[in-house]
């Protein structure tokens, strides 16, 4: 295992240090010191690694991550896990917004609460909260999962495309155009691996399941005197 | 951009270092606004005086003999501490509208900063951390504090557009975001009497809760209100004598994180701002709810 002392050693050498693993490296298992909440920790990469940072990342963490495996042993700041494209992050504490924001693929495993606008513009992320999230989830959400063991805020799933909601808890309300959907088995299916790999012990039967009501798709003449 | 700070002590034993931690605290927000910095401090209120803060521009003639001419005009006992740019009057509570009126005739070029039992304000354009040295903040100690670390959009860059606001005796407020309805609430106000010296838009907000006070509500009702009648975006700290409050608007994209142990609670725009407080490992970490007044007291 190779340890960085982010501190001592600086975030731009972290970064390139990361960058330059490639899928043959031989050096998988890193472990990141002192954190201390600083931002862009472990983003960018591109490569099977695995990436511990003990202790509070800030903005950015694990953006547009490829492959690797990211765990976060405290809180997360805003923006983590933005654009992911594959892999894991996994964050031991609470996230604040806008987590796995436009994320494209991969997971991303929230095991406290989410804070406002978690999943926006998703693009095929699976993303699973331990927790609740907060308002405008899911804002514009296009493809992939949501998965919220807790409690959702305001206006979840404004102006969503076709990304799938799970919500176990209360939804605070809706937003413009998201609706409940019947659960069916596939859904269950889809739900029971999610919560398997997000090491959740939640039941999937227990989940509600919100989407698009597809209302928005198309212009209606009669709301043209509505601009 | 900009970052807020904010510091309450619980346990009195953390008072002496409150300055400290304060600049340590408002130096890490410095990338968020390097444009200006300031801070309010609550002082411990030991000998039951009343203090004014003021500014000058060109403090070596301002601030000479300013107590005696002060004496002279009104027969009221002032003393004077000044650091750098800044000057603090002290004299019994009571006397403070007295002086203020007397500072308006002796020095009307004089800015006051701030007025109260234990509040002072220090706030300059600069670096935090050549703005936190130049007043020596971190040799104060105190209650609570807060602190701004500016990053410029709605006006000029200038020692008045600097936050903290005074908001009224021994209150005052700091805010990251910006209001867009600041200038039709500043004709407003202004058509209400209340006076609104910069085209700062912060300062239309220290403004309107101001009056909603002078009108009757708490300060509490008044950041209630402030949900409704400001539009914009905002996170603002707002301190007092005996603590401080936060509140977020609805949409609360302009971050913050707060702290709490036995010893004490902390605000910072970002956990960075917090990592050196002692025992942040174990501390009760979390973001305060949109649309949400907190406050804490002594």
Redesign the interface.
Known sequence: MQTFDLEAQGLRELNSTLHAQVDETNQTSWEITNP???HAIAVGLDAPIEVNIKG?T??YCGGMNKQATINVSG?A??GTAENMMSGKIVID??A??YAGATGHGGLLVIKGNA??RCGISMKGINIVVHGNI???SAFMAQSGNLVVCGDAGDALGDSCYEARLFVRGSVKSLGADCEEKEMRPEHIKILKELLAEADSDAKPEEFKRYGSARNLYNFDVDNATAY | MCGIVGLFLKDKKLEPKLGMMLSEMLVTMTDRGPDSAGIAIYGNDENNTGKITVQSDNPSEDFKGLEKEINALTGIKVSIRTKSTHAVLEMETASIPAVRKALKQIRPSLRIMSAGDTIEIYKEVGLPKDVAARFDVSSMSGTHGIGHTRMATESAVTTMGAHPFSTGNDQCLVHNGSLSNHNSLRRKLRREGVHIETENDTEVGAAYLTYKMQQGSSLGEALESSLEDLDGFFTFLVGTKDGFGVVRDP???K?A?MAETDQYVAFGS??????NLPGIEEAR???PE?ATVYFWTH
Do not use: F, N, T
Request: hydrophobic share 25%; proline share 9%; aromatic share 10%.
């Open positions: 201390k909440g600083s509070s800030g903005y809180s700041g805003p504490g609470d604040s917004q804070s406002s907060g308002h405008m | 949409i609360a994209c971050p994180v970002e956990y960075r701002a917090l990592v970490v979390w973001e949109p």
